[in-house]
Nanobody, 115 residues
Framework: QVQLVESGGGLVQPGGSLRLSCAASGSIFSMGWYRQAPGKQRELVARVISGGSTSYADTVKGRFTISRDNAKNTVYLQMNSLKPENTAVYYC????????????WGQGTQVTVSS
């Protein structure tokens, strides 16, 4: 069983920065962040796999950076130049391969970008 503990959301002005953290227990293949804005579907923001490869949504490339500390089993999302349209609940995701392949989700953390 994998447990995910998120932190770092909050209220920030447009152009500001926030860093989200997600600590995981267990053996993880990939970790990432998704977000869900009101009335919209959950979407991938960024993901990092165990080898270090990363992928980003086109809308956040150049502004968001995902990183992973394997020793701490923690993933970070540094969000810079935030825009009001980035307002959403951000969810940490972990994908494991054993004993069965499946996703785990954090409880979500609210990010609000507003002046």
């Amino acid at each position: 069983q994998v447990q995910l503990v998120e932190s770092g959301g909050g209220l920030v002005q447009p152009g500001g920065s926030l860093r989200l953290s997600c600590a995981a227990s267990g053996s993880i293949f990939s970790m990432g962040w998704y977000r869900q804005a009101p009335g919209k579907q959950r979407e991938l923001v960024a993901r990092v796999i165990s080898g270090g490869s990363t992928s980003y949504a086109d809308t956040v490339k150049g502004r968001f950076t995902i990183s992973r500390d394997n020793a701490k089993n923690t993933v970070y999302l540094q969000m810079n130049s935030l825009k009001p349209e980035n307002t959403a609940v951000y969810y940490c995701n972990a994908f494991v391969l054993t004993p069965i392949s499946r996703d785990y989700w954090g409880q979500g953390t609210q990010v609000t970008v507003s002046s």
